[in-house]
């Protein structure tokens, strides 16, 4: 018995240490959070045994017990029609609200998932939920896009199938079977996803083919750049849950084939040191010292090296192609980009991305709206429903949501 106990209390204890991480009092449900990020820990640490067993790529393992455990079918309600179909042989899942007698045309939002162009899906049950919510309370229709992920596929395929689904929906027969007002579409989409909704926007700026127009475009914690992995949101948040510096890093690099080998010299900035002519242009285009306030830059200091790794850009030069990195984006391509929401969050390596970004569409005279959540951390708007029901997570959806209601 006395052994039994024992054992119980050291297994407690060993429970206890692997969950409790440091967190700022500021971010939202810090206990539950903690338990969010040991789950998505321990499902990497399975991902990653798998791996080197030979079994499978760590990221289709992790993906595969991210889907099993989150996979909801297309179930549709009273008031949300939903569908699973192909747009141009992408897949995707479509949200139609129930259309109203004084409101024959719908609003519609293109949305993009989120899970570093290698996780999730537009099937699970945390973006199935949030999309039906916004088809029921927009009273639109929302083609959710299941895109092809790493390792499958590599950059630039991901975009190439956002591209392809959003102009196949945006041709005037489509738009009529669906009842959308071609006039009020917008795109959007979280992390990776408000990546891709970003290059999206940029690369139909410059489609003069397209007719039909996007109205609005909404970035949730979108990743921008990854020119400098020393903004004083990844200096802050280097440990962050559920999206450390380091694991940003490697989602880089996956998303480019790129080697593992290069990461740390990633973090240092050793791939823009000064000795690397080819990020030379670019970097006055993120110089973060002017783009941000002094509320945010406090007493962080740039992390510039005189020389570095010049065989990284050499190797993995889509670093610097502003399809992948959108924040580096010449300013002609900028000023005309649609009215745009941007929501970022305190805890997170990415904020500053963000607010960089609201910063330069500002400057190119777009419309910008900067929804900034102090407690928030990253991923956070996909959680509003029980057992990872946050706080923050409801507010942050219920603010988008409230924000395409009165600007699409």
Request: aromatic share 10%.
């Amino acid at each position: 018995m006395r052994s039994s106990c024992v054992l119980l209390t050291a297994l407690v204890a060993l429970a206890a240490y692997y969950i409790y991480i440091p967190l700022p009092s500021s971010v939202s449900d810090p206990w539950k959070l903690m338990l969010l990020d040991a789950t998505f820990r321990s499902a990497q640490q399975v991902s990653n045994l798998i791996h080197n067993l030979g079994l499978s790529h760590h990221l289709l393992a992790l993906n595969f017990i991210i889907v099993i455990f989150g996979k909801k079918s297309a179930w549709s309600s009273a008031q949300v029609k939903v569908t699973d179909t192909d747009f141009d042989g992408v897949e995707v899942r479509v949200f139609e609200g129930s259309p109203k007698p004084e409101e024959p045309l719908r609003r519609s939002v293109v949305y993009i998932h989120g899970g570093g162009w290698a996780l999730a899906s537009a099937k699970i049950r945390y973006y199935d939920e949030l999309c039906t919510a916004m088809a029921e309370e927009l009273n639109a229709v929302i083609v959710s896009i299941e895109y092809r992920l790493v390792p499958k596929v590599y950059f630039p395929a991901q975009i190439h199938d956002v591209m392809r689904a959003t102009k196949y929906f945006l041709q005037p027969e489509v738009l009529h079977k669906y009842s959308v007002d071609p006039d009020r579409i917008g795109i959007s989409g979280d992390s990776a996803g408000g990546n891709l909704a970003a290059a999206l926007g940029q690369q139909f700026t410059q489609d003069a083919s397209l007719k039909n127009k996007l109205k609005v475009q909404a970035l949730i914690y979108p990743v921008l750049q990854a020119l400098d992995f020393n903004t004083p949101s990844y200096q802050q948040n280097v440990n962050t849950p559920i999206l450390p510096r380091y694991v940003m890093v490697k989602y880089w690099v996956d998303y480019f084939q790129g080697n593992y080998d290069f990461v740390q010299a990633m973090i240092v900035n050793n791939h823009t040191s000064l000795d690397v002519e080819e990020a030379v242009a670019l970097r006055a285009r993120l110089n973060w010292t002017s783009l941000l306030p002094a509320s945010i830059t406090k007493d962080y200091k740039p992390v510039m090296q005189t020389t570095g790794n010049t065989r990284i850009v050499q190797e993995i030069p889509q670093l610097l192609d502003a399809r992948a990195a959108p924040l580096i984006a010449e300013q002609e391509v900028l000023r005309h980009l649609p009215k745009t929401y941007i929501l970022t969050c305190e805890h997170d390596v990415l904020r500053d991305d963000g607010i960089m970004y609201a910063k330069r569409l500002e400057s190119a005279g777009v419309q910008v709206t900067l929804d900034h959540f102090e407690d928030g951390f990253h991923g956070c708007m996909i959680f509003t429903s029980w057992p990872t029901n946050f706080s923050v997570g409801i507010r942050t959806r219920d603010s988008y949501i409230k924000w395409l209601d009165q600007n699409l």
